[in-house]
């Protein structure tokens, strides 16, 4: 059973870079495409971006210009880095598992339990 | 963009009630569409994906309909364990989701 795990400080100040880690057990992180997600408190789901096993990328272009994803196989786990943020930037961050199929990407089937990371000084 | 409209916002409903939840695209995603559930301080849960296929795991009384721009997502008799907020979401262009309904005790 594949099981994703966020890590990462849960208050970044505002001006300052959000990071976030997120483990894959259960399941080797190559072959599928990873996608970050966020849901600010109380409110609906927006899509961050995508890294594949390869360290492609492809991000939200509301978010593009403050967004870099890598990836590290040799410890499963893929990372979001969001720089410039803003109160706006509260929110709780998952990681999720695209279902993929070759090179086509579809909805999420497994994701994280999520953090939430909050943006005060 | 696509946008994901979903109504109502808000449903009230009893145990054992038929419950219809409906997602509207702004644009033809064709059949690209999947739903969640999502319960408080929880990750979303996938329920269904390709408009009407259902997810392993999954109880028979949720289904899916649709194509194109409308969509719905149905409960065929609403069990405790139903109340939650549930979210609509295409992959026809990049992945947005509806803005959610959240399903309540009447």
């Known amino acids: 059973q594949v099981q994703l795990q966020e890590s990462g400080p849960g208050l970044v100040k505002p001006s300052e870079t959000l990071s976030l880690t997120c483990t894959v057990s259960g399941g080797s992180i190559s072959s599928y495409y990873w996608s970050w997600i966020r849901q600010p408190p109380g409110k609906g789901l927006e899509w961050i971006g995508y890294i594949n096993y390869s360290g492609s990328t492809i991000y939200n272009p509301s978010l593009k210009s403050r967004v870099t994803m890598s990836v590290d196989t040799s410890k499963n786990q893929f990372s979001l880095k969001l720089n410039s943020v803003t109160a706006a930037d509260t929110a709780v961050y998952y990681c999720?598992?695209?279902?993929?199929?070759?090179?086509?990407?579809?909805?999420?089937?497994?994701w994280g339990q999520g953090t939430l990371v909050t943006v005060s000084s | 963009d696509i946008q994901m409209t979903q109504s109502p916002s808000t449903l009230s409903a009893s145990v054992g009630d038929r419950v219809t939840i409906t997602c509207r695209a702004s644009?033809?995603?064709?059949?690209?569409l999947a739903w969640y559930q999502q319960k408080p301080g929880k990750a979303p849960k996938l329920l269904i994906y390709?408009?009407?296929s259902l997810e392993s795991g999954v109880p028979s009384r949720f289904s899916g309909s649709g194509s194109g721009t409308e969509f719905t997502l149905t409960i065929s008799s609403l069990q405790p364990d139903d109340f939650a907020t549930y979210y609509c979401?295409?992959?026809?262009?990049?992945?947005?989701f509806g803005q959610g309904t959240k399903v309540e005790i009447k």
């Open positions: 644009q033809s995603i064709g059949s690209w």
């Open positions: 979401q295409q992959y026809n262009s990049y992945w947005t």
């Open positions: 999720a598992r695209h279902h993929t199929s070759g090179t086509y990407l579809y909805h999420f089937d497994y």
């Open positions: 390709k408009a009407s």
